[in-house]
Nanobody, 124 residues
Framework: QVQLVESGGGLVQAGGSLRLSCAAS????????MGWFRQSLGKEREFVAA????????TYADSVKERFSISRDVAKNTVYLQMNSLKSEDTAVYYC?????????????????WGQGTQVTVSS
């Protein structure tokens, strides 16, 4: 079992930045690929980014490439999502997730554990 707790969401103006954090506890952090998903009001949850177990590989949705960056700190059992140049369409609840699958998972069903989500609101 892995427990995931997100933090760092909030209200930001368009063009601004936020950094989300996801603290993991339970089984060994490096056993899992870590990812971020988001869900906007009335839409399905969508993949945002993922990072490999060792942190050497990352993958992003086209909509956030060049603006968002995922990283992980093994010593702190934490994964981060740095979000820059935020747009109103980035407004969503952001979820952290952990996958025990092979690289690289981008679908919801490929992730085994989920956090409770943190709200990000970008005002235009």
């Amino acid at each position: 079992q892995v427990q995931l707790v997100e933090s760092g969401g909030g209200l930001v103006q368009a063009g601004g930045s936020l950094r989300l954090s996801c603290a993991a506890s339970g089984r060994t952090f490096t056993s899992y690929i870590m990812g971020w998903f988001r869900q906007s009001l009335g839409k399905e949850r969508e993949f945002v980014a993922a990072i490999s177990r060792g942190g050497g590989s990352t993958t992003y949705a086209d909509s956030v490439k060049e603006r968002f960056s995922i990283s992980r700190d093994v010593a702190k059992n934490t994964v981060y999502l740095q979000m820059n140049s935020l747009k109103s369409e980035d407004t969503a609840v952001y979820y952290c997730a952990a996958s025990g699958r092979r690289w690289y998972p981008r679908q919801e069903y490929e992730f085994d554990y989920w956090g409770q989500g943190t709200q990000v609101t970008v005002s235009s």
